[in-house]
Nanobody, 123 residues
Framework: QVQLVESGGGLVQAGGSLRLSCAAS????????MGWFRQAPGKEREFVAA????????DYADSMKGRLTISRDNAKNTAYLHMNSLKSEDTAVYYC????????????????WGQGTQVTVSS
């Protein structure tokens, strides 16, 4: 079983930046893609970004493109999400997830999830 632990969330002012981390442990395998999703109160969980094992393929939600950078350090079994120019509408719980194979924007394709980290952007 894979365990994922997110960190790096918190309270930030609009226009600020945050870097979220997702540390994987347990039965981690080569070839696993990592994804980030978020869920705001009263809303569906939505895709944010994803990255292939190699780091050579990345995908971003159109609504946040240009403000995000996803990366990973496989030696540390850790993925990162750097968010810039944060807006109040970015307030949500951010989750990381992992799946074998190619990255995907579909949450249902990820079998392993972390508990989430709260990001609150004050205006």
């Amino acid at each position: 079983q894979v365990q994922l632990v997110e960190s790096g969330g918190g309270l930030v002012q609009a226009g600020g930046s945050l870097r979220l981390s997702c540390a994987a442990s347990g039965r981690t395998y080569r070839g696993y893609a990592m994804g980030w999703f978020r869920q705001a109160p009263g809303k569906e969980r939505e895709f944010v970004a994803a990255i292939a094992w190699s780091g050579g393929i990345t995908d971003y939600a159109d609504s946040m493109k240009g403000r995000l950078t996803i990366s990973r350090d496989n030696a540390k079994n850790t993925a990162y999400l750097h968010m810039n120019s944060l807006k109040s509408e970015d307030t949500a719980v951010y989750y990381c997830a992992t799946r074998p194979g190619a990255p995907s924007s579909y949450a249902s394709l990820y079998p392993h999830w972390g508990q989430g980290t709260q990001v609150t952007v004050s205006s």
